[in-house]
């Protein structure tokens, strides 16, 4: 519950940074922050890595952290928070599917028809306008899409290439990789000594951003690595479907609107999800 308030948080935190930082921003101050609070960590771990594992763990930075973190913040330009965490719990489908596509993974009847669910409920919710009502497509809710593909690739490298690692080794190596290219990132747009010398705005944006990076990416990997060691792969998988709620909950306290339609479609999301996994 608590790794689900954590992330499920992290949409209405990206929210709220956008409204003084640009989306690139937001994406690599979440990166930046949560790296220096990894670096420790990561620095601890260097030993533990062999050599031929370090592309690896790049791919899972990549992927797993630094693109995400740029694909949100860019897509909550044009989306609602809940909608965005609603289309966040497309990562274990996509996961599925490069996992049939790539990594020799077998797909089940059950697991076609979650997928087809899932797929289902994500383009629905891209055709719902901020009013609620069906309307044109939203092609930034493929940005979301984008960043789930980007997730289902990591998780499945780490499962193939990385599973002999500790997690929170790779977590942290990965994330001390990404972090100085985030950092080149923001020394390179040299804008936010500007933004901070507009006023206070801009201190208190940075401060959710801060919450963002610190729990929602560095202590959120962490909770999720001890979950995993606590219980099982399959009962920390049970996070997939609280992050919605709690995302929609969210957007719902900050006057989103929140329909029948979006209902119905975080229930394909949902549902598919669970009969993929179950399956």
Known sequence: MLLAF????????????????????????RIVIAFVLLLPLAISNLRLIPANSWFYIFIT?????????FLFPTAQQHLPSSVAGILNALTPIFTLLIGV????????????IGMTMGFAGSIGLSLIQSGGEVGGFNPYALLIVAATICYGISINVIG???????SLAISATAMMIVGLP??????ITGELP????????????LGYVSILGIFGTAL???FFNKLVKMTSPVFASSVTY????FAMLWGIADSETFGLLHVAGMGLIIGGVYIANRS
């Open 6 to 29: 954590v992330w499920g948080s992290s949409f209405i935190l990206m929210k709220r940074g956008l409204t003084v930082f640009a989306a690139g921003e937001v994406g690599a101050l």
């Open 61 to 69: 930075g990549f992927c797993g952290n630094l693109l995400p973190a």
């Open 101 to 112: 596509l790539f990594f020799s993974f077998r797909l089940k009847k059950w697991q076609f």
């Open 160 to 166: 193939k290439y990385l599973r002999q690692l500790p």
């Open 182 to 187: 985030a950092l080149a990132y923001l020394l």
């Open 194 to 205: 500007a933004k901070f010398s507009q006023g206070e705005q801009a201190w208190v944006a």
């Open 220 to 222: 959120g990997l962490v």
């Open 242 to 245: 609280l992050i919605p709620v």
